[in-house]
Every structure is written in structure tokens, then in C-alpha cells.
């Protein structure tokens, strides 16, 4: 018998897989999440360039793999293969975990995984997204940690998670701060609930979380709280309608818009006490079973609470900018038996400053938009 | 039911794949493409080192994943994944595309493809060549984009692309150009012919490509032209041989070898009007099933047409170098139920600088060899 | 026919796999390698930090791919992609290789592998491992070149490989060495010999290494001389004990403990005639099926040889530091059918450096340990 090396003792426990692995095959997926376009782009109005672009290419492997444990890895090649100092793992590397199914209520994940804080728009797989908002673009959405998991009816299920509240230091993502120190167990806490109501005519997805990021040197914690409500509607056979409701108290700015926006001659790191709110309808018109009509629209509200003590805001503005997106789009289903659509959308973003910030920062206006084809599908290679 | 995120709706739609995965499976393969070696290096005559190295590990996945669609990924592990300025897709992902079949003659695809301006050098996998020639070595080989294939008959194929003409930037490509902008739509044309003729007797594959890269100052394109006729000759049963001819005239030299052997205080961006010739013989004579003798010749030739432009250019010559290359190799196939050889050969090359490129630029005739043995295999996986 | 690019012709050899891959498949497996854990951070006595780490994440597709080829790759995704200078493939990749099995008796292996310098703590699957004793911590243990094993019987194993030395080139590796240069074919030579004694009562891993790396002005090889003593004792049916001794004499410091230690404002580079000896103990008792007690104990041994030439070592000490390590831990084994722990353990290190390397390098002495709960399994995928 040859035997290989470091290839652990699987052979003496793991009698479930030679002779089940036919059986076992069946529930396990290779999926290619592809969203491929080509763009024509423009900005303030004039045409800029184009080009084909691979949104997205993220190649997922997931299934259960024993009577108890399911298992999901997700991994994408459009970004650098690295080893993050704080969680280890890639930051290409999406989801990496295992989830433990104790009875048919109760599971339990342990891994990379999804930080539940979504409402709809970040729920869904990112294929399906032609541009995320702002607060979903900015945040770090795959996070090492541990969630349970309780569906006490198909109406209801209620998730709580405590994850590593970053993949880097303290350092990396804030800069070298004067007035915080990290946490020594920088956790975030994200609890949600997902209700089904009315026959599902209203279904829902809501959650808080809690980071715990640093103190200040007063030794109070510095936190960022996030609420997220999102609401989705069907009260008509052919038209669905999504509304989701984003709030981000940040102590310290995560988001980072606020603190891009000041120069880095006026503070070389992030900043304190910024507030990002976030308003995002979704649309979606059922023309027939093969052609969608869809339309997205938000708008991301940016305020620096922490502008009064600018000596030089003499109009005690917060707000700092206010981007608008919104992306109408038609798509055409080709086949019934495959989850594969071709679209053509415009992607439209205004990005509208303060005067505050215009006359402080110099920050400017700007537009910016593109014409797009292209082709959606979650590919089931086996 | 116990759901994950972000998953995507392929439970309304993919009814196919639970029911006859297992016949699906059939159609996918996953394949581990290597070229293995051990080197002995020479440089000038003289022995320099010695080392195995993995010269070729690319994985790859492909198969038909539904009546209509293929699906191709191959990605390499010798060379660091990245996020393209451009098309976004890391660099070492050679492919990820589909291809949709619309009937039996015509098929569209999308996404990161092969760029179709073969020869046959070009058109054989990575792992079958021991030494590219220098206009294929240096060439992005690799675009997104989409293509259209007309297949009347098994004796003529027909191919037309529409491609990014790159993957980085203009001006990570080329540096900081005086004379020339980027083009907005910086894309490929290729057009391609495959022909049989003659019972199978000559292959062809011939092709024609246009890339619009840039502008010069006065708004006249400032395009590459690039032409490869491959045929393949097949008299004999036991005897093969190929001839490439390959002619790439470079209003911005693309190809690179031109501006890389002028110094960088001279010029440090890629300079202008430069052309490219190769020559590729491929010889291969099967002496049993098992035991291939085969051989391979090339000649590439460096002009820089606007030399005639350097004051000290006082010949008016235009070539920089001649670089030959030869390739004797003996092959032995030990089995006949998988492609998999063994090989030994010696890789010759020789890089012979006219008189202007040693006198004007510093550069050095140089010989370079390696004797090798290893094996090469399109392994299959599953 | 739709014919793809850069296939290979596979298909006029390979009638393997259309017919029989169902029966192939039952052969090929996907491991997902993970070691993942919350720890819970001290150093020198004082809580530093806690967090939810991926120890150890390996993907992992092995398998019978043909009657006579067995094939092997494993990738990590906790360290970048990268191209390596000598042996070309990425350092995340540990395994990349064929194992051809000639007959009952003899198989050859190629391409880049495990080298089989074990004793048993390398000889474990990493996710096994809570934490390395240094020697293997620091050392290149995945390297490319070719293996020959012979099982005479189910007694005795001999492996002897030939490896590239190191994946990187001697100045990466070593720095700007003033007094060696590189040698011209660097290699390793492993000779291994696996036992078992008394019914398997004893089991043997044994192994001598020979690292031909450099050579001095003189022309005198500066070689690594490497050896393990591996032996598992089974007497008793619920308790196993594991001693490995290792031994590694570097005229050039390749472990490199040493030269770390040593300012670089003293000497930027690897420096000379290091030696480094390695004790490493592991117990198991098993309390029941589902419950083992585990302890690791180890003492690794850092020497200078050459500190008689430092004239400010008058005391003529050569000891460097002697790291001690302590891993008690408590596995819980849920499942008998599935391959899959949960772990409580602490591992606690002791760096007790030597007086001459705290008075004459500043090295101070600490401790750091760690309290981690989580989870361990090679997860097969299929």
C-alpha cells in the first residue's frame, strides 16, 4: 500500500465517503458566480471609455458533506491573493466555513462567512448587483466567526454572530490614531431576523450590530452601531417591490467616506463620530417569464458629527456629500432551466457635496455613468 | 429549511442539476496541465545552473454545463493573482468565458477568452510548447471580450472577435507617451480561418488582427496590424510538419523586444514603428505509438522602422535583432490510455544584434541552452 | 464539431475517462484542510488580544487518475500567489505532483512535494499541528524535484529524493553573502527510512538530508547536513507516545533563528555554522472514542558555532536561545463517521535566550501562550 504523507488519518474514520461518495456527489455544487459586461463609461457627462469587464468571478464550492455539516467555500479572482494579519485567510477568499445542522431548528457556523447585518441589497449573491451603495461598497463583509442559527418556523429565523470586527490591524484599516487605542477584542455582534409575513406578501431582514473597535483615552469604548431594515413587498403577481433602510453610527470612521473626503494634510487618519444613512428601493417588473423590467435607486447620506469642532465650519454643517445612484434595466432569460440572464442597464451616480465640504475640502461634484450589456449567472458546473 | 447568503435564487429556476447531475458530471472535467523538468542551464557555452521548476501548472475546468452552454476556467499557479486595471480579472487566469451554442454551425462567447490570432504555436496548449518564439512569448494572449464562431462544415471554421486590447492601462503598458493618448475604446478586432484541406492533408489557420490602442498628437490611429499563417502538412503517415509565418507591424511597439533593448535614458517609454517577423517550423516524426522524434526551429526578427529618425543611426539600419531558436526532442507516450510523455531535448537559442543595436544601444549577441528532461500531461482529474 | 482552443489533444488518446468516469471518480477526493480557531492571546503574562484566526485553510484534490498515475495538489489560502524565482511555481502551493507506481514495490514521484524529511511531527497533516517546533517552523518544506520509494513490504518503506534546495535564489535566501557564493546545482538529498517494529508497536520515521547549497572562496562545499529520529510507541491500547530528535548542522544558517537574532547592523546576511537540535514529544490518551487527551512537549536548541570568532564573546558560549513549548488539549470527536474535532488547548512558549546573546545581541527573554477553542478536519468534499 502506498501511502502519502501529511495526509492525516482519514482512512480509519472516514468510512462514510468510499462508499457513499456517489450518493454524497449529488449534494455537493461547483458554482462559477459570474456577472461579465461591457461598459461604455462616461463622467460629468463626456463619453470616457470602454471596455469588456469581469464584475465579477467568484468560484464556489458547497454541499453537505456529512448528515450534520454543510460546508461552503467561495473564493474570488479579481482581487490579490494575500494573508490578512488579523483573521490569516485571503482577502480574496469570501466564505470559508463549516455549518453544523445540531437539529432542524438550531445550526451552528464556525468560519468565514457573511456578516448578517444585511438587508436585502447585501443578501443577495453580488452577481445580481450592478453597483452596491455606499455603505455596502465601503464595508468589510466577510468576516471570521462564530453564528447561531434558530428557524423556529419557515416564517421566522433569528441569527446571532460574533465575528472578528476586521481581516486587518487596527493600524492598517485606521491609521496611526492620536486620541483611540484598539480593542483587545475587536468583535463585532450581529444579530437579525428574517420574518416572512402575510404569505410572504412582506418579508423581511433585519438586523443590528455592535463593533468593538477601540477606546478612547478616557478608556470609553469606541463603537460603531449599524441598524438595517430591509423590506420587501409582493403584493402583485408581476411586481416586487424592496425598500431597505441603512444607519451607521460610526465613533470611528469604518465607512471612510467622510475621512477621503478631508484631506490627508488636515488629519492622516481616519476620524471621529461620522453618521452614513442609506435609503435603497428595488424594483421589479415581470413583463414575462423571459424578460424582467428592474429598476434600482439610493441614495447614501454622508455626515461628520464631529464638524463643529472644525474652527473653520462656521455654519455648523455636518453633511458632508449625498450620492444618488440609479440604474434602470431591462433582462432577458433565455432558457427556463438554467439561472442565466443577459441585461442592458444604465448605471447612473451623482455625487453631490456640501458646501462645507467643497469650500473646506475642496471637494467637487461630479457624475458619473455608464451604458452597460452584459450577461448574469451563478454557474452550476456540477 | 436551513438557508444561506447570498446564494442566489438557483432554486426556482435550475431544475436541472439535481436530477441529472449525475449525467451532467459526465461532461465536466477538471484537467491539471504540466510541464515538468529538470533544466541544466547554459549561458554563452557555459554551465550555470541546475534546477527542477514547474514550467508550466495551469488547472483548469470545463465541460458542458447545460444543453446550450460551455463553460471554460484555467487558471495558472506559476504567477501571482492580481486585479487588472482594466478588465479586472486577475492575471493568472487565462480563462472565463462561456460559449453559447445557438445552433450546430454558429456560437457566441463571452468573457476572458483565447485570443483567436493563432498560428499553430499559439493554438496548442501552453504545456505541448518548450520555448514560445518571441512575438507569441511576448504577447498578452489572454482578453475579455466576445467572439463569434461559424462552423459550415468540418473543413472551414470562421472566427471574428471584438477584444479589450489589453489588460492593464494604456500607460502601465507603454509609460508616459509624448507623442501618442490612449484610445477610448481600446479594443482587438480578430478574424480567424480554419481550414482542412485536401482529406485533411494541409491545416490552416490563418488570421488577421487589428488593435486600436492610441492617437498620435494630430489624431491620426495609431494601430497594430498583425497577421499569422499556420499550416500544417500531413503527406505522410508518420511525418508532420508545420510552418507559422507571423508578421506584426507596431505603431507603438507592443511587443516590447524594440524598446527594451534601447537604454531607458534614451528613450523610457515604448517607442514607435516597430515590426516583427517570426518564423516557426515544427517537425514531427512518429517512429512507434510510444517513441516521437520531433523538432523545432524559429527565427523572429526585431525592426525598429523608425530608426532612420536617430541622428548617430548613420547605415540607416533598421533591424535590432535576429533571435533563433531550436528545439531537437525525443518523446516517449508509455501508455496508450492517457496523454502523458516523458521528454528530453535541448532548447538552443541564439540573439544576434545587428551592428546599429550593439554600437548605438550597448547590446550583446548572447547564446543561451538548457538540456531538459521531464514530462508533460494534460492530466484528467475527473 | 465546436472545437476550443488550446485543448490538446486529448481526445484521440484519452478514452479513459468518457466511458469510465464514473468509476475514476469514486477514486479522486476534495479535501478542504482547516484548522480554525478563537484564541485568546498573552505575552509575557499579560492579555494581549483575542480573535477568530484560520489557522490553517489547504484545498486539496488528490486521487488514482490512472491505473499507474496518482496525482496530488494542495493550495493554501493563507499566503499570496506568488511566481518563485527557481522552481517557478507559487509558494502557496505545497503539493503539485505525480506519483507513478511502476509495480507493487517501486513508484516514482515528480514534481513539487512533501520532502520527506520527517520525522512524525512533519509527517502529520499541518491542520494536526497546533503549533511547529522551530526547526520545521522555519524550514522549506515543499520543494520540487523527483522521489523513489520502495515498500518491500508492509514493514519497511525507503524513500530517496533529489529536490531543488530552495524555492527562491540563494540571495533572497541568504542575502549579499560575502565569503560564499551559490552553488550551480543547488539540491537536496533525502534518504527515509519508515518502520515497523514489534507488530507495529514501534514505528519508525528516520531520515538524513544533505543540502548542497553554497560553497566558501576556497571552492569547499558549505552543505546542511539534516537529521530526524522519529518513533511512535504503542504499548498500550489507549496511550501512544511520540519522540522525534532533530538535528540540523548549516554552515550556512538556513533555519535561520541565528541570524535573526544578530542585528543586521552586525551582519546583514545568513551568517555561518549554525546548529540547531530539536526534541519534541506527544502523548494521546484515549479516554474514550469520542474524548482524547493530547500533550506536545518540545525543546528546540539554537548554537552558533562560529561565536568564538566574535571577539566580544569572551565567556566562548555558542548557545543562542533554547525555545520550550507546551501544548496540553482536549479533542472532542462528535462524529464516528466523519473525520472531525472540536479542541480546547493552551500552548504556552518559552524564549530563554543565552547571556551572551542578551548582553552582546540585546535578545530578551519572554513567554507567550495562548488559550484557543475551535475545530480540525481535512473536510472531504467528495
Redesign the interface.
Known amino acids: ?10 482512512t480509519s ?6 462508499e457513499s ?2 450518493g ?3 449534494n ?7 456577472n ?1 459586461a ?1 461598459r461604455n463609461e462616461f463622467v460629468d457627462g463626456a ?9 465579477q ?1 467568484r ?1 464556489e ?3 453537505q ?2 448528515e ?6 467561495r ?1 474570488r ?7 490578512e494579519s ?5 482577502r ?3 466564505l ?1 466555513h ?2 453544523v ?1 445540531i437539529n432542524s431548528r438550531w ?1 451552528i457556523s ?5 456578516a ?1 447585518w ?1 438587508a436585502w441589497e447585501f ?6 448587483i450592478y453597483e452596491y451603495s455606499d455603505i455596502v461598497e465601503y464595508a468589510d463583509n466577510f468576516l ?3 453564528g447561531f ?1 434558530y ?1 423556529p418556523s ?1 416564517k421566522n ?1 433569528w441569527t446571532f454572530q460574533i ?2 470586527s476586521r481581516t486587518k490591524t487596527f493600524e492598517e484599516l485606521y491609521g496611526t490614531q492620536p486620541n483611540y487605542t484598539a480593542s ?4 463585532a455582534f450581529v444579530s437579525n431576523w428574517r420574518g416572512s409575513l402575510f404569505d410572504g406578501k412582506l418579508k423581511t431582514i433585519w438586523s443590528y450590530s455592535l463593533f468593538n473597535e477601540a477606546q478612547d483615552l478616557s478608556g470609553r469604548s469606541a463603537n460603531m452601531n449599524y441598524i438595517a431594515l430591509g423590506n420587501e413587498f409582493n403584493f402583485f403577481p408581476r411586481f416586487r417591490f424592496i425598500y431597505d433602510f441603512k444607519w451607521s453610527d460610526e465613533r470611528l470612521d469604518r465607512t471612510g467616506i467622510v475621512s477621503q473626503t478631508i484631506p490627508d494634510d488636515l488629519f492622516p487618519y481616519s476620524v471621529s463620530n461620522t453618521v452614513y444613512i442609506g435609503h435603497w428601493i428595488n424594483l421589479r417588473y415581470i413583463v414575462s417569464q423571459k424578460v424582467h423590467l428592474t429598476f434600482v435607486g439610493m441614495l447614501d447620506i454622508a455626515n461628520w458629527n464631529n464638524s463643529f469642532n472644525d474652527p473653520e465650519n462656521l455654519t455648523g454643517e455636518q453633511n458632508i456629500r449625498n450620492a444618488w445612484g440609479f440604474i434602470p434595466a431591462v433582462e432577458v ?1 433565455p ?6 440572464r443577459f441585461f442592458a442597464n444604465w448605471v447612473g451616480r451623482v455625487y453631490d457635496y456640501s458646501d462645507y465640504a467643497q469650500n473646506r475640502f475642496g471637494a467637487q461634484n461630479s457624475t458619473t455613468g455608464r451604458f452597460t450589456v ?2 448574469i ?6
Chains 1, 2, 3 share one sequence.
Open positions: 500500500q502506498k501511502q502519502e504523507r501529511q495526509i492525516g488519518d482519514t474514520i472516514r468510512t462514510l465517503i468510499p461518495k456517489q454524497l456527489l449529488k455537493v455544487s461547483m458554482i462559477a458566480n459570474m461579465y461591457f463619453y470616457t471609455q470602454s471596455r469588456f469587464k469581469n464584475e468571478f468560484l464550492i458547497r454541499g458533506v456529512h450534520k455539516v454543510f460546508f461552503r467555500f473564493d479572482y479579481t482581487r490579490a491573493q494575500t494573508s488579523l483573521d490569516n485567510l485571503s480574496s477568499v469570501d470559508a463549516i455549518r445542522d445550526s464556525a468560519g468565514k462567512m457573511c448578517d444585511g443578501d443577495w449573491n453580488p452577481i445580481d471570521s466567526g462564530v442559527t428557524t419557515a429565523q465575528l472578528d483587545k477584542a475587536p468583535l432569460y432558457w427556463s432551466n438554467l439561472n442565466f452584459g450577461f449567472t451563478p454557474l452550476g458546473i456540477f
